[in-house]
């Protein structure tokens, strides 16, 4: 494990050693600041802490992607070329995602296999067999140009133009593909939960900030705590968090001069 990040258990551990009898958070039980532990760095890797993690996945036969288990949250999905960078599908909303209802053997009659007023829905995707380009060009090629005696054809059409489309579909877990080839593979960057993982860890940067949030939880509903401790410990849990940014995210004065002076170039003066 790398020497920046410290795991959730040790954390964990940390805290509860740390209470002592005349503490608000007396009495609290392992397994309830673990579960805090863990909200806290859900709430943090959302915000301060991003896990991005890249996948290769297989593109299914119904061109989908299933989503990875820790999914939360797409960056970018394509496929990488010789040179070692992504080719990004470009994201198409109108992709077909529809499902129908699965009938019983009279075709009439829904099937409500859970009896909770809902019935089941099996997949109806249509898959398209024809490239994106596929004879309808015409509509949008500009043709009335000439050049060196002949005609020109498809002028213009290389600015939007990608080697796949893609569409969110949150309700069957996956993501919906319309490729130009015969792609087998894409790959996915996505944030990751990394509360999920095996072995959780934070970055010792945002220690202090889970602490926060810890404690603040477990005083947050109990009813024998002053309500100025309550208010106490969330602005410490959002100060922490704060601080938290700003060790993430430093900004040094070298930064700021790249900023203020990339938009400048020296050139010769006729």
Known sequence: ????????????????LSIEGDDFARNASDILVRNYALRGLRELGFDLSKRVRSLSLPVESNDTVTL??????????????????????????????????????????????NADGVNDRVDAKTVGTESILSGDEDFFVFSNYLHQG??????GIG????????????DQNRIELKLDSDITEVVVEYIADEAR??????SILLEEALRAYIYWKLVS?????????????????????????????PLSKEE??????????QSPKY
């Open 68 to 113: 990875p288990d820790d999914f939360v949250n797409l960056i970018k999905i394509g496929t990488v070329g010789t040179d070692g960078l992504v080719r990004v599908f470009a994201r198409n909303r109108h992709i077909d995602i529809k499902q129908a209802y699965s009938y019983l053997a009279d075709g009439v009659t829904p099937i409500d296999s």
């Open 256 to 265: 700021l001069l790249h900023v203020g002076r990339k938009n400048y170039r």
């Open 197 to 202: 993982s095996e072995c959780p860890t934070v």
């Open 159 to 170: 600015g939007g133009f990608s080697s796949g489309e893609y569409r969110m579909n949150h």
């Open 150 to 155: 002949s005609m020109g054809q498809l002028y």
């Open 221 to 249: 509903r109990k009813a024998n705590v002053p309500a100025n401790e309550k208010a106490r410990a969330r602005n410490e849990w959002y100060n922490e968090k704060r601080l938290g940014r700003a060790r993430m995210n």
């Open 1 to 16: 494990m790398a020497r920046n990040l410290i795991t959730i258990d040790e954390v964990v551990n940390d805290f509860l």
